[in-house]
Structures are given as structure tokens and as C-alpha cells.
């Protein structure tokens, strides 16, 4: 008996001819009666009446039709049952910018459920300095940070994933005014020295020559930009397109020519995280596209173009 000839049975009982379930399984009409003769002579009794112009079901044919229905569902949720045996399967603890975690990384967690139901992702926040030593001390298996800017802990690998730029805040109605002069004027909110993101801004600003008065040293992006909405100074912050495209202040590309961040999944050189890592940065980039269209799809923010440079 074959699988085959068990979908021609159900087949037939669809259509109600031999001709049509040939044309539903692809089959000439004499072979689909090849097939069912095999199975009488399998089970020992006739399928059909075949004293009527069209066939009819018997007593034994109709067991067998709802009997094979079940043998073929059966033998295709093997193939379902396989695939879920392979689809990935584990805890992946991460920990993530707060860029990140306000932007793409939401979405990419719903992606990465959607595909790989049975992965169990547990998420922390911080600095990119802080969740590098966490990453290399094991205590997190993968973490999306600044690509990293040394010193930082040996034996870290990183996935690029994309980009932020980094762009001077100040408060509205301020864009006729250079970068230059709105941090050489204007109390400056600085982003935390410690964190990677920070480390670059201050080199520019001594690459630029320009001394800054501070105000306030904060770690969080939306404080800032909260304290440079109320007009309480300027800040430089690195933000992915998509979060900039929504901001009401006015923007000036930072650095000559402006610069920009890779942001990495980082692990460790023995790559804890293995295939769950992988999936994860999968997951991410496409969040990542997604979002990065719907932004383009929004009007445009004024803003001073320069060239741009990564930097270092």
C-alpha cells in the first residue's frame, strides 16, 4: 500500500470521479483506477460500486477513506513535528543599550518568538563598558552595545548590526547657529564619560578644540534630551534614524565630517550564545531595516547635512 494511492482514494472521494481526482493528483484516468484495484486487492474487498455511471462509495470504501484521512494526517505532522524538533531551543540572556532598547530590539525579540517559539531571552540595560565585563565574566551570553572602543576586556568577538549617527541637541529655534558656537556658549549636558558612546564625543571635542561648560553628567538619552527640550543646554548624543526622525530640537551633525557608531552584538571569543546569538543578531537587523524604511516614509526633519565618517 502506498501514501500515494491513499491520496487518490481521498481524492476520488472529493471529486467524485476517477477523471477528476486524475486531474487534482495528476494522474490519467487509468492509472487512478490502477491504484484503486491495488488497494482492493490490499484490503480484499471492493472500494466502489462500480454498476453506476459514476463510483460510489462502498460500506468498506467509506471505512477506508476515513481511515486513510487519518493515516495522512498522522504522516504529515511528521514534517511539522521535525521542524520543531529542529527550530532552536534555550535561554539567551542579553544586554542592550538603551538605544536599543527603545528602538529595535522590541521588534526583534516579537521576530525572534515568532520563529523560534521555544528560545527564553532575558534582558538587561546598561553602559557598553559595563555589559562588555558582564559578557566576558559570563554573566550575559550576548549583549548589543557601541562597537567596542578600548581598553575593553580581552576576549570579546562583535556582529556589526547597524548604525547611529552622532548629532548636537540644543533647544528649538537654534539652527541658525553652529555647532561650534552652541557648545562653546551654552551649559553642556554631557552623556557619561565611562560609556563607550562618550568616550568618542570627548575625543571630538578635543579634536574640535572646544571647551565645554559643564552642567550635568547623565546616562540616560531621554533625561537628556528632556533637560535640552526645557533649554537647560546643548547635548551630543548617538541615535539610530528612526528616534531621530520624531525629536522637535534642533540637530546639528557632530564631528567634521559627522560621526557615526557601529552598534555590534558582542560575545565572547567561545561564542556562548551559538546559534541563539545568531538568530538574535538575524532578528535585529531585520527590525532594523523595517524600522529604518518606515522612517524614510516620514517628512523630513531640517537639519545641516556634512559628510559623514565612522569613527574611531
Same mark, same amino acid.
Given at each position: ?6 491520496? $487518490? ?89 538603551? $538605544? ?44 548589543? $552595545? ?34 561650534? #558656537? ?19 564625543? #570627548? ?90 524604511? $518606515? ?18
Amino acid at each position: 500500500m502506498s501514501l500515494r494511492a491513499l491520496r $487518490t482514494l481521498q481524492a476520488i472521494a472529493r471529486h467524485g470521479s476517477f477523471a477528476g481526482a486524475g486531474k487534482a493528483v495528476g494522474l490519467t484516468q487509468s492509472a487512478v483506477s490502477l491504484q484503486v484495484k491495488a488497494l482492493e486487492e490490499e484490503f480484499g474487498a471492493p472500494l466502489f460500486d462500480r454498476s453506476r455511471r459514476l463510483p460510489v462509495l462502498t460500506e468498506a470504501g467509506r471505512i477506508v477513506v476515513a481511515r486513510s484521512a487519518e493515516v495522512l494526517a498522522l504522516y504529515d505532522d511528521i514534517s511539522a513535528a521535525l521542524g520543531d524538533e529542529r527550530s532552536l531551543a534555550g535561554r539567551l540572556r542579553v544586554g542592550a543599550v538603551q $538605544t536599543a532598547l527603545a528602538g529595535v530590539l522590541p521588534d526583534a525579540l516579537v521576530a525572534l518568538n515568532r520563529a523560534h517559539p521555544r528560545v527564553r531571552v532575558s534582558v538587561s540595560v546598561g553602559l557598553s563598558a559595563e555589559m562588555a565585563e558582564k559578557v566576558a565574566a559570563g554573566e550575559l551570553d550576548a549583549a548589543l $552595545t557601541t562597537e567596542p572602543v578600548r581598553p575593553y576586556p580581552a576576549g570579546l568577538v562583535w556582529t556589526p548590526l547597524y548604525q547611529d549617527r552622532f548629532w548636537l541637541f540644543a533647544p528649538p529655534g537654534q539652527a541658525r547657529r553652529s555647532a561650534r #558656537d552652541l557648545l562653546a556658549e551654552l551649559p553642556f549636558i554631557r552623556f557619561d564619560s565611562k560609556a563607550w558612546a562618550g568616550r568618542v564625543i #570627548d575625543r571630538e571635542l578635543r579634536r574640535m578644540r572646544v571647551e565645554v561648560h559643564e552642567e550635568m553628567v547623565l546616562d540616560s538619552q531621554d533625561v537628556i534630551l528632556r533637560m535640552v527640550e526645557k533649554g537647560l543646554g546643548v547635548a551630543v548624543l548617538a541615535v539610530s534614524d528612526e528616534i531621530f526622525a520624531g525629536l522637535k530640537l534642533t540637530c546639528l551633525p557632530f564631528g567634521e565630517p559627522q560621526l557615526i557608531r557601529n552598534i555590534v552584538l558582542l560575545e565572547r571569543q567561545d561564542r556562548r550564545g551559538g546559534g541563539l546569538a545568531v538568530a538574535l543578531a538575524d532578528a535585529v537587523k531585520g527590525a532594523k531595516e523595517a524600522a529604518s524604511a $518606515t522612517a524614510r516614509k516620514r517628512p523630513k526633519v531640517s537639519r545641516k547635512a556634512r559628510p559623514r565618517r565612522s569613527s574611531p
